[in-house]
Each structure stands twice: as structure tokens, then as C-alpha cells.
């Protein structure tokens, strides 16, 4: 990858500060566009809440809270020399979420008024109430501190402010990079943004309003040999991040454009794959996939409690492993992080009050703690909430999701040059490609974008049809190098799937480059 | 309460009247949907969302924009056309532009139910403690997930068309693990109407599932012979009839491709019996009465013993190619031009081969072959002289659905049944048959349950 693109990653986040902002109506709420906003701007959301909050406690509910969210997406894409789409979305809503003899209930509406917060708290309790009859294990919540504040995500330049036409012409501009190459066939490219500007109020007297914006740019290229039928895609190594417009501006996007255009001619001649045992440098921007999968996931209490058994399933992590499991070699720390500067589940307070936190999920290769919840949090041997709860809409009810889950770099200057000069017979692999994993997170099988050889200690030519398949545990136990600081890279899924109904979640992995030993390789070219 | 047909025509108008683009299209979807879901044995969440989504696409000079909203109070619907127009405004033409179409005639589906769409909560509550109570009396850990959904959705052109339909669904999944968690079994099913909802057969079978899939032994991975229930089809193909797209075709970037910018339609590709086609009006799985841009919809016939017959064409990629646009596909359905075969009869006429009743986690490796990886998740058996011998451990599979369904490859086809993909949640659903094939291949051994 060149040097451009790692000095952007490496450093985006820390320019991408955090600010804390006053209680009140918070002041960025004036600068979004008066007519877009005018229903959202005119409701009372500390009234609404009062009505809800009260109106639950007088029907006997133990906890109760509201969120009045309102979301704003905009979406372009392109092809070649056309754009596809150009939209704009508003989504406003309410959603009030009882316990009521140890048994949720929940409601929503878009219609934000008094009387319909009225009647929506006691559907809610309704529901709760019709369940409990039923209930035979009592939910139960840890206490969490009063908070009264207002928080804004760390972007520099708020994409909903950017002109459109200045939108279209960068895509525009990015499919005449990638189309420049001899041979390819097509390009698609889009860019989309998210605007959640969410408030929560809680029995516990908390009152919260947050402003967040993330971004999802993302293209493919793809060449076809029309003499043969065969063609090959290379998608964008720049994924989605917790940032604004600046992420547009600053990225090398042109750069990668162009790249990933000779990339993907240069695959349709690559030399196809040998199946066996190969050592593997996997740059971070295909690494935060395998980490997303096989360790954010089997880490999420919920489904070791077998809570998601019906649909993501549940976790080789069983309680009995906390503090005994080396789940991966000493060298390797992951760290979940929702306070992270420029990641996608960095926030100031999850959707029950509790705030943003930092805490080892796996220390010095052993498996040390889970991602918890206010209702989770008394299985867990911390007995407290590290701040995990999360509804995608104003209309989903909150449940747990996964925070930023990031691999340390080194404590040295390990480059990865320096991890591949100690490969004999290896692949290097940059991009997220093709992943698949069982629904305990044992078995797992992952593609990437591009794949070079690498022979005595050297990079040499293209490779195709490559993916690795292993065990998580053995796949981190042959972890034995990775790279430092100057390494380290932010990526991440725009649009992570759980629960039922599903919901989406947007979350980033950090890591470095990193080496493993002697990983199952299959060609995935059916004959 | 879902949008009645006056109110959706009143509320389109109205957006319509707000226009002063040269075109537009309208489109109003309202949903009452709710859940309830448990694991270990106990209700977990449970909740219920109403809202009404207006979203509207103009075009000024052939330059398009689109803008949605939930807020659906004059001055927001005001400012949501504004918008759209300011979007179209300042992009480029839109190539693939097409007029929108004028009024049009619809055959009506009959896919709603009203107990579907307003289900009582008392009911609910006591049939899913009854799916706990089953599992509980079985010694097996359940989990599952019941939702149910009414929805009205509307569509109108500046050019006069207008269209109404309502439609409901509600499924229920069960998963049942054994308390040492050494097994595990899942059924899904669901339909529009509630009253045909077997919720005692869903938990009846994932139960079973569980306790017959006690202590499996390893088998090595390999190319197996297979019979694939109707529900792990419905995970591989689910979505099929929606793959047949033309233009993907013709630009070389699909299994239908052909060398030198052919396709295949008109070849043999699969198993002479098979048929894949789309019906809006059958019975057991009715689709929406309107294909691609409001075009009212027809039957589709994509695969006619096994013979490739159409590709789907966009009204766009129909107008280039000199074409009809394709009045589908709505639904997916996959049968047996022969008589169909029971799953106890392709047990009974298996020498070595492998049961499986789900797949997971299936995402494509190779577009060119479709080839896809997941795994095998709560149930799979050895079969051997006709009869399940016993449980396996899972596999990761790496399977060409081209191959799959390939002529030669085709043993026996089923039944077909109304199933959803577990990965969609059941939200959605096919007519899908078990299927015999001679090769499936399993890759490598998962541990998982």
C-alpha cells in the first residue's frame, strides 16, 4: 500500500477529536436545514420524556426509557461516466422501552406528539404485561449513574453541508481514474452518509443528546476478458469511517482508484493459487474483517449465554474460559473501544445512559473479558456495563452490539516489510473479500482483494482465486509478528447484522499488519 | 392502522401536487409490525413499531433525485419534493432515464390477512410459552424469534398510474440445543396468514432435530452425495429467481454469461426437470401485483426444463437491447416437471450420502460459477443403505450452485414447500423442494453447534 494512504489512517483518527459540548439544545441542531428539520425541531423532547417516563412509572414498570431519534442518510452512486442515484432519506420516530415484572416491552411510532407518547408508553407496557404472565426468568438490570449531557462525534466537516454536484464530480472524477487502465470493463462507486441525532431519557433521571456522522465511500472495478468469459473485481481498500466529509478529501481516493484499475486487469492474468500450507502477511485492510468476525463477535456475552442461538448463533467462548483460554499468542492484545477517535461505534453514551469505555477483551493472548450490557451484566464476572446496548432506529428495540474491537500494534517499528523478509513461502493479502464463519466462530473461510506471493523473504508476483480457511484459536495462537504503530489502520463495517428482527450496527477494527504461520489455503476457482 | 386505499391515493396526490418536475413517481408504504423473541427458555425482547415512510423520485431535463421521509405533515412533504427537485436540479442526466409509466390495469394478489397484521398479544404470548414449555418437557434449551407484519404500500406516477396493495407475513424459528450444547435443531416457517402458521410443527421439529443430532461423529469432508431439505434450498437459493439479470448477463459478469458477450439462454444449464419461475397469483405464495417501476406483474418463466429461457430485463436495459421489459420476477419458485419424490423416499434410495436441513453464513466466493461458502448448522446426518445411520459434525461447504443444479448432479427433486431463508429471518419466502444431488462438496469440519 503506498505510504500516502497509511500516513492518512494512521492519523485521521487522532485529528477527528471528540468534543463535549453543553447541556441544551444543543447548538448544531440550528445549522441543519430549517425545512428539512422543522417537525424534529419544533417537538419538546424533555416534555415527551417526562410524559413517557411518567405515564410508564404510573403503570408499575421498574425502568423506562425514550428515545427520540431522528436520522439522516444521503446517498450517491455511480457508474462509469453516469450517476445512478442521488437521495436523500429523513427517518423521526420515537421508541419507548419498559421492564415490567422482569419482562421488556416495547413501542414506537413516527408520529412524535403528546398523545401518541401516551398511548405508545402503554402499548409498551402492554406488551410487557402480556408476556410476564409468561415470563419464567426475570430480567435484571445493573444501576447506572445519572447523566445529564450532550455529545458530538469528532468529524471536521459535516457531509449533510457539502454540496451534491461537489459529491457527483468526485465520483465522477474516481470512475475516470479507474476506467484510465487498458482492459477495464466497468466501475461502480458511491458514497453515503449518516446523520444520527438521538435523545434518551431514562427513570434514572439521565437526559442525553448526541450528534453522530459517519461515512461509507466505496467503489469496484472490474475487468472482463470477453474472449474467455472470465472477469475479476477489485473493490476500495478505504472503508467506511466514523468521520465527515474530511475522510472524502483527505483519503488518497484517486490514487487507490487508478491502482485498483491495473489491479484488476492485472488479476485476470494472476497466477492462480497452489492449495496448501502458506504463512500469511495480512495487511489491516483485510485483517478487520477476520478480527470483526472471529473476535468481536465470539466475545459478545449475549451469544455465549445463548441469547442469539436462534439466529448469529452462539460462542465458542463459554464462561468457564475467562482467565484460563490462550486464545491467541502472547504478543496479541485486542482492546474494545468506544471512545476511539474516527471509529463507527465510538460514542459519548450507549442507548441506556452508560458511557463510552475502553477495556481488554484479550490480554496478552488470553481471553480476559466480554462485552456486557445493563441486563447482561450480572453474568459477567466484572458485574457491570460496558456500555454495549444500541438500537439502529428510533423504531428497533436496543440490544447489544458490538463496540470497536482493535488488535495493539507492537511496542517496536515492525514494518511489514520486516514481517515478510521472515516468510519463506507466504501470500500477502490486502482487502476484504469473500467471509464466511460458523455460528460459533470456530471455522472460518475469508477471500481478500489482492494477493501477492511471497518467496524468501520477498513479494513477488500477483496470485488469484486465494482464501484462507482456520480455526480461530489456532489461526491466533499462529500469530508470531506484528507490525508497530506506523502500521496501524482503521476499518470497518458499515453495516454489521444481528439479532432479530435484525438490525444493523456500524463498528471499526484497528490493527497493524500482521504475520501468521502455516494457514489451510484453498483455490476457490470451481472448475 | 395501514393506509386504507383512499388515504394512500389522497397522500400521493397530494405529494403529486406538489411536483413541478417534469415526472415523478410517488411512492407510500405504511407496516404495523411487531415481536417476540426468547432464548433459554424465557421471553427475551418484544416490540412493535407503526410508521409510514413517503418517498418520491423526480426528474427535471432527464436529471433525476429522490428524497424519503416519516414525516408526513404538509410542510414536511413540502420540503421533502423540494428537495428531491433541488437533487435532480444540480446532477447530471440520467442516462437510464425512462418515462414513467401511465395507468395501468392490476390482477389483485391475495397475500394479506388481517389477524396476520393486528395479532393479538395474549395469543402470541401463550403460543410461544407453549413452544417454551415443549422444549422445556423435551430437556432442550429453546430459542426463537415470532414476528408479524401488515403492510400497505402505494406507488403513483406523474403520468396517471396508481397502485394499492396490502400484504401480511408472519414466521416463527425455533432453535433447540441440548443443555450440554453437543446438538442442536432449527425450523423456520411462515406465511401471510397466521392461521395456517404450524407453530406446533416448528417446534415439534427443531425438538427433534436437537435430540437426533445427539453425539455426532466426525466424518471427513469430501464430496458427498446429498439431500437438502426444503429449508437449507431455500438458504442456498432463496433469492434465485431475482439472479437472472439480464444486463449483468450481457456485460460478461454472470454464471448466464457466454464467451464473446453471449449468454446462455437457450442452453441446457440445469437438471432437465427443473423449472424456476415467478407467479404473483399462486395461492400458497402470493407476490405483489406490481414488477420492476410499477409494470403490473406476470408469470415469469426463467428455467424450463432446465433450459435457460429468459433473462429479466430492466425497462432500461429492455429499451437497449430492443426487448420487453420483464413483468417480474415476484416470488421464487422451484419444481419437478416429473412427480415429485418424498424425503423419505430419497432416504430410502440413498447408498451413502449426506441429510441436511440448514446452511449458514452463505456468501459468494466466485460470481462466475456462483460459488458459494457457509456452513451446515443444526442437523446433519449420515445416511447409508437407505436409512439415517447418525448425526455428523458441521462442514464448511464450497458449492457451485451452477453445479449443484447441473445436469447429472440432480438425483431426486421434492415437494416443493413454502420456506424462507434463515438468514433473512423468514422474512420473506419460496417455493422450494428438497433436492437429491449426487455431489455436494464439503470443504472442512467445523466444530460448531
Known amino acids: 500500500m503506498t505510504t500516502s494512504r497509511r500516513d492518512f489512517i494512521k492519523t485521521a483518527g487522532l485529528a477527528a477529536g471528540v468534543v463535549a459540548l453543553p447541556v441544551a439544545l444543543p447548538s448544531w441542531i440550528s445549522d441543519v436545514d430549517a425545512a428539512e428539520s422543522a417537525v424534529a425541531a419544533a417537538v419538546d423532547k424533555n416534555a415527551l420524556a417526562d410524559i413517557a417516563l411518567s405515564t410508564a412509572r404510573k403503570l408499575g414498570v421498574t425502568y423506562a426509557d425514550i428515545r427520540i431519534n431522528r436520522y439522516r442518510t444521503e446517498s450517491i452512486s455511480t457508474r462509469e461516466k453516469q450517476v445512478l442515484n442521488v437521495s436523500r432519506s429523513q427517518s423521526f420516530g420515537f421508541g419507548v422501552r419498559v421492564l415490567f415484572k422482569g419482562t421488556w416491552g416495547f413501542a414506537s411510532s413516527r408520529d412524535v406528539t403528546p398523545e401518541e407518547v401516551r398511548r405508545i408508553t402503554r402499548q409498551a407496557v402492554e406488551i410487557a404485561r402480556a408476556n410476564s404472565v409468561y415470563q419464567r426468568k426475570r430480567i435484571t438490570m445493573v444501576p447506572a449513574p445519572k447523566v445529564v449531557a450532550s455529545w458530538k462525534s469528532g468529524f471536521e466537516k459535516d457531509p449533510f453541508d457539502v454540496a451534491i454536484d461537489d459529491k457527483i464530480q468526485f465520483l465522477l472524477k474516481l470512475n475516470e481514474r479507474a476506467l484510465k487502465t487498458s482492459g477495464v470493463s466497468f466501475v461502480n462507486s458511491s458514497m453515503g452518509f449518516v446523520n444520527e441525532q438521538k435523545f434518551y431519557a431514562s427513570t434514572d433521571g439521565s437526559r442525553i443528546d448526541q450528534y453522530i456522522i459517519r461515512a461509507n465511500p466505496n467503489f469496484n472495478v472490474t475487468a472482463v476478458n470477453r474472449v474467455n468469459g472470465d472477469f475479476q473485481s477489485r473493490s476500495s481498500l478505504g472503508g467506511p469511517q466514523g468521520m465527515g466529509y474530511e475522510y472524502m478529501e483527505k483519503y488518497p481516493w484517486l490514487t487507490e482508484a487508478e491502482r485498483a484499475g491495473e489491479e484488476a486487469v492485472a488479476k485476470l492474468k494472476a497466477k492462480p493459487i497452489e492449495p496448501g500450507k502458506y504463512d500469511l502477511v495480512l495487511h489491516p485492510s483485510h485483517l478487520w474483517l477476520t478480527i470483526h468476525e472471529s473476535v468481536g463477535h465470539p466475545t459478545e456475552l449475549d451469544r455465549s449465554l445463548w441469547w442469539e442461538a436462534d439466529y448469529a448463533g452462539t460462542s465458542f467462548l463459554t464462561r468457564d474460559k475467562i482467565g484460563k483460554l490462550q486464545f491467541a499468542s502472547k504478543m496479541v492484545n485486542f482492546i474494545a473501544d468506544r471512545t476511539q477517535p474516527g471509529a463507527l461505534a465510538t460514542i459519548g453514551y450507549d442507548d441506556e445512559g452508560v458511557p463510552g469505555q475502553r477495556w481488554h477483551l484479550v490480554k496478552d493472548g488470553l481471553f480476559v473479558d466480554w462485552q456486557t450490557t445493563r441486563d447482561l451484566a450480572l453474568m459477567s464476572p466484572q458485574k457491570k456495563s460496558y456500555g454495549c446496548l444500541h438500537a439502529d432506529s428510533w423504531g428497533s428495540i436496543s440490544f447489544p452490539r458490538m463496540p470497536n474491537v482493535s488488535l495493539q500494534p507492537s511496542a517496536g517499528n515492525t514494518s511489514m516489510d520486516d514481517l515478510v523478509a521472515g516468510v519463506e513461502k507466504g501470500i500477502l493479502i490486502y482487502g476484504d473479500g469473500s467471509y464466511s464463519i460458523d455460528q460459533q466462530r470456530y471455522n472460518f473461510q475469508f477471500g481478500g482483494q489482492t494477493f501477492w506471493e511471497i518467496k524468501n523473504g520477498k513479494v513477488g508476483q500477483m496470485l488469484r482465486d486465494v482464501a484462507y480457511q482456520s480455526r480461530t484459536t489456532d489461526f491466533w495462537n499462529s500469530c508470531d509478528g506484528l507490525g508497530g504503530q506506523a502500521s496501524y489502520e482503521i476499518g470497518g463495517s458499515f453495516n454489521d447484522g444481528k439479532g432479530e428482527p435484525g438490525q444493523s450496527n456500524a463498528v471499526s477494527h484497528g490493527c497493524p499488519v500482521a504475520r501468521f504461520r502455516q494457514v489451510n489455503v484453498l483455490n476457490t476457482a470451481a472448475k | ?449
Request: some cysteine.
Open chain 2, 1 to 449: 392502522m395501514l393506509l386504507s386505499e383512499a388515504e394512500a391515493r389522497a397522500l400521493t396526490q397530494k405529494v403529486l401536487g406538489y411536483v413541478k418536475a417534469d415526472d415523478a413517481t410517488v411512492s407510500v408504504g405504511s407496516e404495523n409490525y411487531s415481536h417476540l423473541r426468547f432464548a433459554a427458555n424465557a421471553f427475551t425482547t418484544s416490540g412493535a413499531r407503526e410508521n409510514t415512510t413517503v418517498g418520491v423520485t423526480v426528474w427535471i431535463d432527464k436529471k433525476r433525485g429522490s428524497s424519503s421521509t416519516n414525516e408526513i405533515d404538509d410542510d414536511s412533504l413540502r420540503a421533502m419534493v423540494a428537495q428531491a427537485q433541488d437533487l435532480a436540479r444540480i446532477s447530471p442526466v440520467d442516462r437510464e432515464y425512462m418515462e414513467t409509466l401511465g395507468p395501468q390495469v392490476y390482477n389483485p394478489v391475495n397475500g394479506y390477512a388481517e389477524a396476520t397484521a393486528n395479532i393479538s398479544l395474549h395469543d402470541r404470548a401463550r403460543a410461544i410459552n407453549d413452544v417454551i414449555a415443549n422444549c422445556e418437557k423435551a430437556g432442550v434449551i429453546g430459542a426463537g424469534f415470532h414476528q408479524a407484519r401488515g403492510s400497505a404500500s402505494a406507488s403513483a406516477t406523474k403520468n396517471g398510474n396508481f397502485a394499492y396493495e396490502r400484504s401480511s407475513l408472519v414466521s416463527l424459528s425455533t432453535t433447540a440445543r441440548t443443555p450440554d450444547g453437543d446438538s442442536s435443531g432449527y425450523f423456520l416457517r411462515n406465511h401471510f396468514d397466521v392461521a395456517k402458521l404450524d407453530v406446533k410443527r416448528v417446534s415439534r421439529e427443531a425438538i427433534r432435530k436437537a435430540l437426533e443430532s445427539r453425539k455426532p461423529r466426525t466424518l471427513e469432508p469430501g464430496v458427498y452425495p446429498a439431500i437438502l431439505e426444503p429449508q437449507a434450498v431455500a438458504d442456498l437459493l432463496g433469492f434465485f429467481a431475482f439472479s437472472f439479470d439480464a444486463r449483468n448477463a450481457d456485460e460478461g459478469r454472470s454464471p448466464f454469461s457466454l464467451a464473446g458477450g453471449k449468454t446462455k439462454v437457450g442452453q441446457q444449464i440445469f437438471d432437465e426437470r427443473i423449472n424456476i419461475y415467478s407467479d404473483p397469483w399462486n395461492p400458497e405464495l402470493p407476490g405483489s401485483q406490481s414488477a420492476q417501476s410499477g409494470i403490473p406483474a406476470q408469470r415469469v418463466q426463467l428455467v424450463r426444463n432446465g433450459v435457460l429461457k429468459n433473462l429479466t430485463y430492466s425497462r432500461f436495459w429492455a429499451k437497449q437491447k430492443d426487448k420487453q421489459p420483464t413483468p417480474g420476477p415476484v416470488n421464487n419458485i422451484m419444481e419437478s416437471s416429473m412427480s415429485p419424490v418424498s424425503l423419505e423416499d430419497m432416504i430410502r434410495a440413498t447408498d451413502r450420502g449426506i441429510l441436511l436441513g440448514r446452511f449458514w453464513y452463505i456468501r459468494g466466493v466466485d460470481p462466475r460459477s456462483a460459488l458459494q461458502t457457509g456452513l451446515t448448522r443444526d442437523g446433519i446426518w449420515y445416511v447409508e443403505k437407505g436409512k439415517i445411520q447418525y448425526p455428523v459434525k458441521n462442514f464448511r461447504f464450497n458449492q457451485s450452485l451452477m453445479q449443484l443444479l447441473a445436469p447429472g448432479n440432480v438425483d431426486m427433486i421434492g415437494v416443493p414447500e413454502r420456506v424462507g431463508s434463515a438468514e433473512g429471518q423468514g422474512g420473506s419466502a419460496s417455493l422450494l423442494p428438497a433436492l437429491k444431488v449426487k455431489e455436494f462438496h464439503f470443504t472442512s469440519q467445523s466444530e460448531a453447534v
